[in-house]
């Protein structure tokens, strides 16, 4: 993981909530837990990691770099597709362990799967857990085998 | 944590992305990621996690339950503020490890703090990693100690 030294250590809890220093909580695995939503509409595109450098990448930068869980390495959302995300506001939440992002989502989709948003499928509430989810908003936008050259997920 | 006995266990990549099971994926700490937002604006209220009985209780109930990382219990959103969500639509995405929930927020707000939303801090861009935060829509409109008995986070 990436240098925890980028940004200071949190302080005490009021500090962390009332305070103007950004002191990210980072979790047992290096990470804190990114929303990016659509500038324009609302809707969560997707929910992924960002460890100490990817923070630092996008801050610097105003467009997303995320943590790849399953690759194990600093990806810059978009670097295969082109679909990157230009950040119109980046937000911390009360204690700093989550970030949120209202991104303008270049191409057109931000999902591996060739979806606008990862989140699909509804899952129906006042019933069993194993209810079946439903499609929707699930319109296939592109073709991820030709926009991916190896399969890499959610890039 | 919860038995995760309650949802079956993930299949293949292909079945959790294009199948109509809900299976979540847990991680080492048995539980998935949570985005709240605003039915009404799209606003992200909050990020928390729920572990398979925060899970099953939300979608048995149409009520937000989550998992409270600071007191390792299951916690009913609201069970002492009042404050809590009713869901108008659950999804979750395309690796089934996180959901997003779009709430009624019953009460002035779903921050601990006292604000609508827990991100009413914004991290600047394209400049340096230690920017201050600037805070934005982070009028209090409530008090915590008066909601709260015993200044539990988050409730």
Same mark, same amino acid.
């Given at each position: =993981?990436?240098?925890?030294?980028?940004?200071?250590?949190?302080?005490?809890?009021?500090?962390?909530?009332?305070?103007?220093?950004? #002191?990210?909580?980072?979790?047992?695995?290096?990470?804190? #837990?990114?929303?990016? +939503?659509?500038?324009?509409?609302?809707?969560?595109?997707?929910?992924?990691?960002?460890?100490?450098?990817?923070?630092?990448?996008?801050?610097?930068?105003?467009?997303?770099?995320?943590?790849?869980?399953?690759?194990?390495?600093?990806?810059?959302?978009?670097?295969?597709?082109?679909?990157?995300?230009?950040?119109?506001? =980046?937000? +911390?939440?009360?204690?700093?362990?989550?970030?949120?992002?209202?991104?303008?989502?270049?191409?057109?989709?931000?999902?591996? #799967?060739?979806?606008?948003?990862?989140?699909?499928? #509804?899952?129906?509430?006042?019933?069993?857990?194993?209810?079946?989810?439903?499609?929707?908003?699930?319109?296939?936008?592109?073709?991820?085998?030709?926009?991916?050259? +190896?399969?890499?997920?959610?890039?």
């Amino acid at each position: =993981m990436a240098d925890q030294a980028l940004f200071a250590p949190p302080g005490p809890a009021a500090e962390v909530e009332e305070g103007g220093a950004f #002191t990210p909580k980072f979790d047992a695995d290096g990470l804190v #837990t990114c929303v990016a +939503t659509d500038a324009g509409t609302g809707e969560v595109l997707m929910v992924a990691h960002m460890d100490a450098q990817a923070l630092a990448q996008t801050i610097a930068t105003g467009e997303a770099w995320y943590f790849s869980l399953s690759r194990r390495k600093l990806w810059r959302k978009g670097e295969s597709s082109g679909h990157v995300q230009k950040i119109v506001e =980046m937000r +911390t939440d009360s204690d700093q362990d989550a970030v949120w992002i209202k991104v303008e989502q270049v191409g057109p989709g931000a999902c591996h #799967t060739g979806r606008r948003s990862c989140f699909y499928r #509804t899952i129906p509430l006042n019933g069993a857990a194993g209810a079946r989810l439903e499609f929707r908003d699930a319109e296939k936008l592109f073709d991820p085998a030709a926009v991916y050259d +190896t399969g890499k997920r959610g890039a």
